[in-house]
């Protein structure tokens, strides 16, 4: 029998997608629980239009999500982080605090999920991520993390420096004793 599918069903397809079940799990499943219809005639004229109406809404949505990837494009956005002593951060900066500070700096919303960071980010500098607003349009995000005691980053041009493997040895204080 074949089903068009309502929402996305593990194993078996995506929304809108016409699949071909056994006649019991369609009928005692999907059916009843308003996950896929009967794949016939009529209500594939009506995928036709939901399709169709969905083709249209992306397209009118590409031209903002083009002025959405050019303001992130120019902008750099300022993450401030607690840090201890040696630049490096107490946790990391997710896609979920950058997601915030774009909404806050910027006024653009955008899904976390959305967000892909290249790498971890655990001391301060500069990084990239990438955003898929889209399936057409990607665009590159440059965000400086600073450090939360100092109120502005000093300097923009700050460098991401790789954290040392050296462990930092500690003097032992040379006590003397009066005799």
């Known amino acids: 029998m074949e089903v068009i599918l309502l929402k996305d069903v593990d194993k078996l397809g995506y929304v809108n997608d016409v699949v071909n079940v056994k006649n019991g799990y369609g009928r005692n499943y999907l059916i009843p629980q308003k996950m896929a ?37 120019d902008a750099v956005i300022k993450i401030a982080a607690k840090t201890g002593t040696t630049d490096k951060i107490f946790g990391s900066v997710t896609n979920v605090q950058l997601a915030a500070a774009i909404k806050e700096q910027l006024d653009v ?9 290249n790498e971890d980010v655990k001391t301060l500098g500069n990084y990239t991520a990438v955003a898929n607003l889209h399936p057409e349009v990607q665009a590159e995000i440059n965000f400086l993390v600073y450090d939360d ?28 004793e009066d005799a």
């Open 37 to 73: 219809v009967i794949a016939n005639p009529a209500n594939r004229a009506e995928l036709d239009k939901r399709l169709e109406a969905e083709r249209a809404r992306r397209e009118q949505m590409l031209g903002a999500y083009k002025e959405m990837e050019g303001k992130l494009k």
């Open 109 to 117: 919303e955008i899904e976390r999920r959305d967000i892909k960071l």
């Open 149 to 176: 005691d100092k109120k502005q980053p000093e300097n923009e041009e700050m460098k991401h420096k790789p954290p040392t493997e050296d462990p930092v040895q500690e003097e032992t204080p040379v006590v003397e």
